[in-house]
Nanobody, 122 residues
Framework: VQLVESGGGLVQAGGSLRLSCTII????????VGWFRQAPGKEREPVGC????????YYTDSVKGRFTISSDIAKDTVDLQMNNVKLEDTGIYYC????????????????WGQGTQVTVSS
């Protein structure tokens, strides 16, 4: 399985950005994808995940109400819609396959994408 992120870029604080993770190929119907990010000088942290079969999602507290993860079955992508972005959302965003079954989903991952840079300006 290969995961490829796209959609990163520069966005002003308060603005929106949409990231995509393309899954090549999708191995099974209840495949789950998680999003992570790594800010400069900090450890990588989980953002949220989705189980593609039923749309179950989990989010870290810092992005709840601002970020939304969705799955496009036809395009084999998982998107991360980022709204009302803040300076602290700056970082490299990665997608990875996981098991999106509870709020500890981030502990189990397998394949990772190469990451896409998101920079939030003031």
């Amino acid at each position: 399985v290969q995961l490829v992120e796209s959609g990163g870029g520069l966005v002003q604080a308060g603005g929106s950005l949409r990231l995509s993770c393309t899954i090549i190929p999708v191995p099974f119907d209840d495949y789950s994808v998680g999003w992570f990010r790594q800010a400069p000088g900090k450890e990588r942290e989980p953002v949220g995940c989705i189980m593609r079969s039923d749309g179950t999602t989990y989010y870290t507290d810092s992005v709840k109400g601002r970020f939304t993860i969705s799955s496009d079955i036809a395009k084999d992508t998982v998107d991360l819609q980022m709204n009302n972005v803040k300076l602290e959302d700056t970082g490299i965003y990665y997608c990875a396959d996981t098991i999106c079954a509870n709020d500890m989903w981030y502990r189990q991952t397998d394949h990772w994408g190469q990451g896409t840079q998101v920079t939030v300006s003031s």
